[in-house]
């Protein structure tokens, strides 16, 4: 048995589009999502999660689940537009009181909420009005939404995420167009990426100024990163997987704990990289109480000089290919989850290794890390031996780095139950609970009832 801290964070996240459905409720505006999901050919299957897993009817029975496993924290986002429903003016006072509601079930149980403020879902009227996060005045607006939720939830929320994964709104959302809002451009992720980043900032700086004295709470951003192994010893493998770490991580983490963006940025992209102000190098610096991180899967990383264009694509999560002269692959020996990404849990103890030396030893929380996997129910039951053994594996990895001095404080599986997986519709499974989506009905898995084993015994077998 190998015991984790006693106040190790155990946890389970969601995302609000992925599952509450009542997309147009009580009040709530259209997501970028709402629309992009309507658009042929955007999502598999012409799905969408209007529906999805009807959380905003299934509070209570949801939040059981959580309580049947002895979860200590669940993590989940506020949807923009059921808080204001153009994405700024007047506030829905039921965008208020479902969120409210929700927050009380959880402390009944005594279940921490963690609350992400942004994943993914821009109110529409924010893109068709003002373009969107290419518009510098979308911070401005952000953190008034931030501040609405500060004031009406802070008493009892204690954990604030401002953002989630800014990379994928990036680059998925403005590079390859996989993702809404479904634009596709070489130079668009990185302006877009530089107004997250502001976004960011100011809205910290309204909980630090405004509330983290009277409310206590913590605030942070959570990025996404795959750990990039150099595929041989050579010195340019080495300088390729290092600077595909900083392209990825670096690029929203480097301005947060160093000031600016990485210099391999600056110097590979030039004036294509926008500038922050002093005023906002001030406000980043120190802009996060803990390290977000969200981690999935690991690739080995070459350098690539043959001067051929790679399209733009999300193939291994590389970001613009082209722009970084890094060559991904795989070792086909590798397991992989239904996604194609594969499982290799010592991948993510060096990417926290890395987290922990170049960025001083933060504090750092596991956000999200899970796998997609093809369940079958079968009399009730979904039995999942490789889910187990993912989770095993890789709460092995995390304690391992714990060992190593990391600073690791908590972890969230992605995800509570299988849910709307973005451009992929309803055809992956990550959730340790299985939905029937015919029924509405949730079924453990194998993986759940392993999860409550580890909580309860706070250790790893």
């Not at 670096?250 to 940025?265: E, I, L, N």
């Not at 973005?422 to 609970?433: C, D, E, M, S, V």
Request: some cysteine; proline content about 5%.
């Amino acid at each position: 048995m190998r015991s984790f801290p006693t106040d190790f964070v155990w946890g389970a996240a969601t995302a609000s589009y992925q599952i509450e459905g009542a997309w147009n409720e009580d009040g709530k505006g259209p997501s970028i999502w709402d629309a992009f999901t309507k658009i042929p050919g955007k999502i598999a299957e012409g799905q969408h999660a209007d529906v999805g897993c009807d959380h905003y009817h299934r509070i209570e029975e949801d939040v059981a689940l959580m309580a049947r496993m002895g979860l200590k924290a669940y993590r989940f986002s506020i949807a923009w537009s059921r808080i204001y429903p153009t994405g700024r003016g007047e506030v829905n006072p039921a965008g208020i009181a479902f969120y409210s509601r929700l927050i009380d079930e959880l402390l009944k149980h005594d279940i921490t909420p963690w609350v992400t403020l942004y994943h993914w879902d821009l109110p529409l009227a924010l893109q068709l009005e003002l373009d969107g996060w290419l518009n510098p005045e979308l911070p401005e607006h952000f953190a008034e939404y931030a501040r609405t939720c500060f004031a009406a939830f802070g008493d009892r929320v204690k954990h604030w995420i401002t953002l989630n994964e800014p990379w994928v709104v990036s680059i998925l959302g403005f590079g390859n167009g996989m993702m809404a809002p479904g634009r596709i451009s070489q130079d668009e992720p990185y302006l877009v990426g530089h107004q997250l980043l502001r976004a960011h900032a100011k809205a910290v700086a309204i909980y630090r100024q405004e509330f983290q004295t009277s409310q206590a709470g913590q605030i942070g951003i959570t990025n996404n990163c795959d750990w990039r192994e150099p595929k041989t010893d050579s010195p340019e493998d080495q300088a390729a997987a290092q600077r595909a770490l900083e392209f990825f991580l670096g690029w929203f983490a480097d301005p947060v704990y160093r000031g600016d963006y990485p210099a391999v940025m600056r110097e590979w992209l030039g004036d294509r990289l926008p500038q922050f102000t002093e005023e906002e190098r001030k406000l980043l610096v120190g802009s996060s109480d803990f390290f977000g991180l969200n981690h999935y899967t690991t690739m080995y990383a070459a350098d690539k000089r043959a001067g051929e264009i790679v399209k733009l694509s999300p193939t291994g999560n590389g970001g613009i290919s082209e722009d970084q002269d890094v060559e991904l692959t795989a070792d086909p020996a590798w397991q992989t989850s239904s996604m194609g990404w594969a499982m290799v849990p010592w991948g993510c103890r060096r990417l926290l290794q890395w987290i922990d030396e170049r960025y001083d030893h933060p504090p750092v929380v596991i956000t999200e890390n899970g796998c997609a996997l093809d369940d079958e129910l079968v009399d009730g039951q979904v039995h999942d031996e490789m889910r187990v053994e993912f989770l095993n594996s890789y709460l092995g990895a995390c304690h391992d780095a714990i060992e190593s001095g990391v600073d690791l404080r908590g972890y969230f599986v992605w995800s509570l139950m299988d849910n709307f997986e973005w451009a992929l519709g309803f055809t992956k499974r990550f959730g340790i609970h299985y939905v029937d989506y015919e029924t509405g009905e949730r079924y453990p898995k194998d993986s759940a009832i392993a999860l409550v084993k580890i909580v309860a015994q706070n250790g790893l077998e």
